[in-house]
């Protein structure tokens, strides 16, 4: 067998680089998540759901979270690519080149464009209550974070394990697309029902009070 490690990582104690940053990057990117759909829901009912100060306090602590996460994460991305990746007698090389679709470029748009740039956004104040910035540096923290599952899902099963394999491209079925989708429905149809029949935004009454018109 000819493996290619390119999610080797070294363990601390009993608590594995890989899925420790993969829990801290859920926690850091939650609420990135948690914002994004209450701006949804509150574009299409027409309504404001949430004090701006609670979704301010929610933005920094997200953004505190993304970049300490991000921190790690580029210490271990370098610590993998200089020791642990040469040390295994490969070149960090095998794993961004020669193929179509997987390369450097994913490195740069998961680290930098959708964790360091979000991140600032959200620690510093000036820009974290500008609703474009906040909404931009939501979306990015979100596409982020898929990205990431999709680089060590997808990423990891492509690489050629085998010194006579190539690059295997995955192209989802119908029948994937379709199982993708159900789930995604029912979380739309789940969030719409709860919305309507429970009190999911006890600040709803407050914020949308209306004045008595007095003639």
């Known amino acids: 067998m000819y493996g290619r490690p390119f999610a080797v990582r070294e363990g601390l104690l009993i608590w594995p680089w890989t899925f420790f940053l993969f829990t801290w990057s859920a926690a ?16 299409i009912t027409g309504k404001k759901l949430v004090k701006d100060n609670v979704v301010h306090l929610l933005s920094k602590i997200s953004g505190w979270m993304i ?13 993998w690519a200089t020791v642990t990746v040469p040390g295994l007698g490969f070149n960090i090389s095998h794993f961004y080149s020669n193929n179509g679709f997987y390369g450097y470029w ?12 979000p991140g600032l956004i959200l620690i510093m104040k000036s820009t974290r209550e500008n609703p474009t910035l906040r909404i931009i540096a939501i979306v990015l923290g979100v596409v982020g974070v898929c990205l990431n599952r999709w680089v060590m899902v997808l990423q990891i099963m492509a ?31 789940l969030i719409a029902v709860t919305y309507r029949y429970l009190p999911v935004f006890p600040q709803e009454k407050e914020l949308n009070r209306t004045t008595p018109v007095t003639e």
């Open 28 to 43: 850091a990117f939650g609420p990135c998540f948690t914002l994004l759909v209450t701006k949804i829901t509150e574009t």
């Open 67 to 79: 970049i300490t996460y991000i921190i790690a994460k580029i210490i271990d991305t370098i610590y």
């Open 106 to 117: 994913i490195l740069v748009t998961e680290i930098l464009v959708c964790g360091v740039i």
């Open 159 to 189: 690489i050629p394990v085998l010194s006579f394999d190539t690059w295997a491209l995955y192209i989802p079925s119908w029948q994937e697309v379709a199982t993708t989708v159900l789930p995604v429905a029912y979380g739309i149809i």
